[in-house]
């Protein structure tokens, strides 16, 4: 167990349709991030949270859209769902507060501890 | 733009049968390359971390090396237990922290 919880974690359902996948990340973590996994793409950045706030974009669809509430939790809600949206959902958590280096971390690298993921099927 | 490309897709090797994997990255500046490891339907667990030329860290059977432009990840003497796909991923200075993701090598261990 990472630590990292995700729900559900199968869901089918069919093209047009609205899905809200939920995250809680590992305790203390601050920063939540979302990735896609399809076959033939592997993992792609789709958004990231910290404390609350939007903090980076990646290639996340407008039919998309994601939110950190106060106690942390995460959710993605994937609306006018596509055939092509069915993949694997990840969530992953961090402890990243600021960019700069710790004495166990010189580049101020962080760790990105990911959950079970969430796997959606349209049909 | 930022990329990690990794090599091969696929390797199938006897137990026992050392090996490497290959991640090659670009980036405009790197904070971090990172090892993960991703069975069938779970999410990608964390290996190693690298920051700079030069590093190399080991855990069990799996040693990671770092380059300029490249990293790998030597398996010695694997098991079937080894059989996972290995991802490598980049971190780029600036950034907020999230990994850009090579496709993976699919490793399979035969005993």
């Known amino acids: 167990d990472s630590g990292v919880t995700q729900t559900p974690k199968h869901l089918i359902t069919a093209t047009g349709q609205r899905v809200t996948l939920r995250c809680s990340p590992r305790?203390?973590?601050?920063?939540v991030y979302w990735y896609q996994q399809s076959l033939d793409q592997g993992l792609q950045f789709l958004i990231q949270y910290y404390n609350g706030e939007e903090r980076a974009k990646g290639n996340i669809l407008e039919r998309f859209s994601a939110q950190q509430f106060p106690d942390l939790h995460s959710e993605l809600n994937l609306s006018s769902l596509e055939l092509g949206d069915s993949a694997l959902y990840f969530c992953a958590s961090s402890d990243l507060d600021r960019q700069g280096p710790r004495p166990h971390r010189p580049s101020g690298a962080n760790v990105l501890t990911f959950g079970a993921g969430s796997r959606l099927t349209v049909l | 733009e930022d990329q990690v490309t990794q090599s091969p897709e696929a390797l199938r090797l006897q137990e026992g049968e050392s090996s490497s994997l290959n991640c090659s990255y670009t980036?405009?500046?790197?904070?971090?390359l990172f090892w993960y490891r991703q069975d069938p339907g779970k999410g990608p667990e964390f290996l190693f971390t690298l920051y700079s030329a030069g590093e190399e860290k080991e855990k069990e059977r799996l040693k990671a090396t770092l380059t300029k432009k490249e990293s790998f990840l030597h398996i010695t003497a694997p098991k079937p237990e080894d059989s996972a796909t290995y991802l490598c991923a980049v971190q780029v200075r600036g950034s907020q922290g999230n990994l850009i993701f090579g496709k993976g090598t699919k490793l399979s261990v035969k005993p």
């Open positions: 980036v405009s500046g790197l904070r971090g």
């Open positions: 305790s203390g973590d601050l920063s």
